[in-house]
C-alpha cells in the first residue's frame, strides 16, 4: 500500500511534469510520440495516479528534450516539508 506521503510526492512530479509538458507545448499525443508511452499513461502519470520507473523517467526527459534530473528538479519544493 502506498502511504499518503508517497502519493503526495507523485502529484507533485506529475504537476512538475504536466508544466515541463506546456512550456514545450506538447500536447499529450506529441509527447507521447515521442517517447514511446502511451498518452493515455502519460495523463495517469501527470495526474500522480502512476509510480514510474527509472526508464519511463529517461523516456518523459527524451520527449521534453531534457536531461532526466530536470524532471526531478520540483522547483521551490522541498519534499522533506511534506513528511
Known amino acids: 500500500m ?3 506521503i508517497d502519493k ?3 502529484i ?9 509538458r506546456l ?7 506529441k509527447m507521447a510520440l515521442r517517447c ?6 502519460i495523463q495517469k ?5 502512476v509510480n514510474i520507473t527509472i526508464l519511463t523517467l529517461k523516456e518523459l526527459a527524451k520527449a521534453l528534450e ?8 520540483f522547483d521551490g519544493i522541498n519534499l522533506s516539508e511534506i513528511r
Request: charged share 30%.
Open 8 to 10: 503526495e510526492v507523485l
Open 36 to 41: 514511446n508511452i502511451d498518452y493515455g499513461d
Open 45 to 49: 502519470i501527470e495526474s500522480g495516479k
Open 66 to 73: 531534457l536531461p532526466p534530473n530536470k524532471l526531478l528538479d
Open 23 to 29: 512550456a514545450k507545448k506538447l500536447t499529450y499525443r
Open 12 to 20: 507533485l512530479f506529475g504537476k512538475h511534469l504536466k508544466s515541463l
Open 2 to 4: 502506498i502511504s499518503d
